[in-house]
Every structure is written in C-alpha cells, then in structure tokens.
C-alpha cells in the first residue's frame, strides 16, 4: 500500500519541495513505496522552480529539489493521506481549507516528527546560504521521524517489501 504525503508550506519553493525530496529519500532508505508532492498556502510563485539557494543546499546534503510551485487546493485533502506544514501560519491555512473533521486530522506540522524542541521549519527565504542548509537539516530529521512513523504503522509489511528489493 502507497501512503501519499504532501509537504505544504507558503510559496511552495523552499521548504515544502526541500521535504518532499528529504521524505522520498527518507522512504528510499527505508523501503517503504511512498508518493510525495509540495505544494504552498499562497499564489504568487505559481510555476516557479524551486529556490536557487534551496536547490544547493539539498544538493550539498545529497538531495535532488525540483518540481513547480502550485497552491494546494481542496482536492488534496482527498488525494493524499498524510499532509505536513512547516510552520503554524501554514497549519491555520492548511486547517481552514479542510472539508471536515477528518480531513483536518491528516494534518501535522512537520517537526513534530522530529526529536528536536522546535516544532516548525523557519522561511529560509531571502536569508543567507547557511538559513537554507538548516532548513535542509530540519526537514531531513522530520522526514527520517516521519517514515520512522510509518513504518511503526505500517508493521512488519514494510519491512518484509524493503527485504524483498
């Protein structure tokens, strides 16, 4: 079984496409088949590719950022089971849009599935090189709690599909 995850966060060019490639990493160690999409709260980069000093850091720590910045839309809520924020405006937008109860319970924002004290990824946007390479190295620890989490719940098959590749 999929799970499919979305990483949400404003303008869908820094850290949500940074999650997304940290978490398809994450499930190719792991083993695990999970489909992964970004997307942002707001409007104004629609079509943009991800941020220039997003897609280096990711490709100083190993991961491949690409994709096209999009808006989330209702829909999503009934295309994908697992739906991560990095930050508490993200979430306020996020839980507005859900149709209902269930919808809003797929939703968590992204550092809870991280061991650190902080709970939300900061807008690297405009900041230097090394803003860019924490936000790579928080979205990494969320992405490895997060597939850590679904193999938890996903028992003993995920572990028996990793063994059989």
């Not at 079984?1 to 850290?15: D, S």
């Not at 997304?20 to 980069?45: F, L």
């Not at 000093?53 to 809520?77: P, W």
């Amino acid at each position: 079984m999929t799970t499919r995850v979305l990483a949400v966060c404003a303008g869908n060019t820094c850290r949500s496409p940074a999650a997304e490639a940290a978490i398809k990493a994450a499930a190719t160690a792991a083993g695990i088949d999970v489909e992964v999409d970004s997307a942002g709260t707001g409007t104004w980069n629609l079509g943009s590719s991800p941020h220039p000093k997003s897609v280096a850091a990711g490709a100083r720590a190993g991961l491949t950022i690409e994709g096209r910045a999009r808006r989330m839309i209702a829909a999503d809520f009934e295309r994908f089971d697992v739906i991560v924020v990095m930050d508490r405006a993200n979430l306020r937008d996020v839980m507005a849009m859900a149709p209902s109860l269930e919808d809003r319970a797929k939703v968590r924002l992204f550092r809870t599935f991280d061991t650190g004290p902080e709970d939300e990824v900061p807008d690297p946007y405009g900041g230097p090189d090394e803003a860019y390479d924490a936000t790579i190295a928080q979205v990494r620890g969320a992405a490895s709690g997060l597939i850590d989490s679904l193999v938890s719940t996903l028992g003993v098959s995920a572990t028996r599909e990793a063994e059989d590749r």
